[in-house]
């Protein structure tokens, strides 16, 4: 696995009174920065106001809310391969999910009415630093790294040729809670407090740097883009009421609570 060679540093977005800042997180602290959006300190611009905050006073925003695309790979655990009974992919197997699915950290996953079995898939997603189109080195085009909850109807996926309609709902896209510049080394899923999923990135049959590489020879990445890089084996379904969380050693934890459609 390649890794970020960078300095690490912890970003986000929160709130406090109803006024929205990004800042970089530093223990239990926010240190304010004057950026108006996380684009601009993806773009590479992360100036400090002074201002500095309890971060236990902040409301957590989800960090990038409206990418261009958010690009899914499939099958790319070893251990989630032999769970599902598939074949090694030879490349990586990819798909696509609307940033109108993306929720933040706290917020609710609703299952829709339409599906009978919706299921968690705990993963590491990368966000895209900058325009990456048919590059041949993906390691310089990662700007960092944060949780991401690939949420399905497994039934609609079982019954539709395409997976847009079982990856697409509202809602089926956690991100968060913070951006990381450094690349993990393990993610970790618990459901209602219990370890459910648990591998370390090398389970992965494409690295980071490998994925960026093929996706941008088939599309062009946007700065802010993310690429969701697969799921380990535990996959299993949600109910109302369950409380859901994708951990990743640098970035954090990412806690979602699970409720039906009204």
């Known amino acids: 696995m390649v890794r970020s060679k960078r300095t690490e540093r912890l970003f986000g977005k929160f709130a406090k009174k109803h006024r929205e800042f990004v800042g970089e997180v530093q223990g239990n602290e926010v240190l304010e920065l004057k950026n ?22 902040l409301k957590v925003r989800v960090p ?4 261009s ?25 990819i798909f696509t999910k609307p940033s109108s699915a993306i929720i ?6 609703i299952i829709p009415r339409m599906s009978t079995r919706v299921d968690f898939e705990g993963e590491s997603a990368l966000v895209i630093g900058r325009k990456a189109s048919q590059v041949k080195d993906g390691s310089g085009y990662i700007f960092g790294y944060t949780c991401f909850n690939d949420v399905t109807a497994r039934d609609l996926q079982k019954a539709d040729v395409d997976w847009t309609r079982a ?3 509202d809602t089926f896209a956690p991100l968060g809670p913070f951006i990381s510049t450094k690349c993990p080394a393990r993610i970790l ?26 996706v941008s020879s088939v599309m062009t990445l946007e700065p802010g883009d993310i690429i969701a890089t697969g799921t380990p084996s535990g996959i299993a379904p ?16 990412l806690t979602n609570q699970v409720v039906k459609s009204p």
Request: charged share 30%; aromatic share 6%.
């Open 36 to 57: 108006s959006s996380m684009m601009d300190v993806v773009n590479g611009s992360a100036a400090f106001t002074g201002t500095s905050h309890d971060l236990d006073d």
């Open 167 to 169: 990856k697409g709902f």
């Open 69 to 93: 695309k958010i690009i899914c790979i499939g099958l790319n655990y070893r251990s989630h391969i032999k769970e599902m009974k598939w074949e090694m992919p030879k490349k990586p197997i």
């Open 64 to 67: 990038v809310d409206r990418p």
């Open 189 to 214: 899923t618990r459901l209602n407090g219990e370890v459910v999923q648990e591998a370390p990135l090398a389970d992965r049959v494409f690295d980071d740097v490998a994925l960026v590489e093929y």
């Open 238 to 253: 949600l109910k109302a009421g369950d409380l859901v969380e994708v951990e990743l050693d640098t970035v954090g934890t």
């Open 104 to 109: 933040g950290p706290r917020d609710s996953i």
